[in-house]
Antibody, heavy 119, light 108 residues
Framework: QLQLQESGPGRVKPSETLSLTCSVS??????????WGWIRQPPGKGLQWVAT???????YDNPSLKSRVTISTDTSRNSFSLRLSSVTAADTAVYYC???????????WGQGTLVTVSS | SYVLTQSPSVSVAPGQTATITCGGD??????VHWYQQKPGQAPMLVVY???DRPSGIPERFSGSNSGNTATLTITRVEAGDEADYYC???????????FGGGTKLTVL
């Protein structure tokens, strides 16, 4: 059974780069069976898709984030990562990693990690 | 960019049927997926590809999609169904994922 776990700093300073890792167990990050994604949720608000990556290296990201996003995989650690540059308070959110059998939907999800942008 | 519109809230008595809608321009031509999110928890997929249920999701949860509206229907509502529900599609005009704003289901 596929399981995902997010990790990374809980606080990032404005203008710096947010970096998160999603560790995958129960499946391989190089599998053709899954797409890997990041979704975030500002406190008290709805879900916002951030980015998705496939084992081929193909990536998709939210245009509203204006090219601040980098998503990548690490086969040696069976994980994938998110980097979001030039963060502001608006990037404060719970960040979830998730997997999907297609690029279309996500199941399962990690438990989420809160990242606060504050000096 | 593509927009999905959900009513902010729906209330229903236990044992009744809850209907949660998701509006979008010709959304019937897309595959719609639904997530349930309980307070303090990660979202969970309850319906995918308009009307399919992942393993372990009760038959009480069903979906449909036609025209400009997709619908999640929960029959015989239980207190444990109280949660936020989000619809989601893949917008192939821009190759990205779109979520609706979410609907809070309150069980009276």
């Amino acid at each position: 059974q596929l399981q995902l776990q997010e990790s990374g700093p809980g606080r990032v300073k404005p203008s710096e780069t947010l970096s998160l890792t999603c560790s995958v167990s129960g499946g391989s990050i190089t599998s053709a069976d899954y797409y890997w994604g990041w979704i975030r949720q500002p406190p008290g608000k709805g879900l916002q898709w951030v980015a998705t990556i496939y084992y081929t290296g193909a990536t998709y990201d939210n245009p509203s984030l204006k090219s601040r996003v980098t998503i990548s995989t690490d086969t040696s650690r069976n994980s994938f990562s998110l980097r979001l540059s030039s963060v502001t308070a608006a990037d404060t959110a719970v960040y979830y990693c998730a997997a999907g059998r297609t690029y279309d939907w996500f199941d399962p999800w990690g438990q989420g990690t809160l990242v606060t942008v504050s000096s | 960019s593509y927009v999905l519109t959900q009513s902010p809230s729906v209330s229903v008595a236990p044992g009744q049927t809850a209907t949660i809608t998701c509006g979008g321009d010709n959304v019937g031509s897309k595959s719609v997926h639904w997530y349930q999110q309980k307070p303090g928890q990660a979202p969970m997929l309850v319906v995918y590809d308009d009307s399919d249920r992942p393993s372990g999701i009760p038959e009480r949860f069903s979906g449909s999609n036609s025209g400009n509206t997709a619908t999640l229907t929960i029959t015989r509502v239980e207190a444990g169904d109280e949660a936020d529900y989000y619809c989601q599609v893949w917008d192939n005009s821009g190759d990205h994922v779109v979520f609706g704003g979410g609907t809070k289901l309150t069980v009276l």
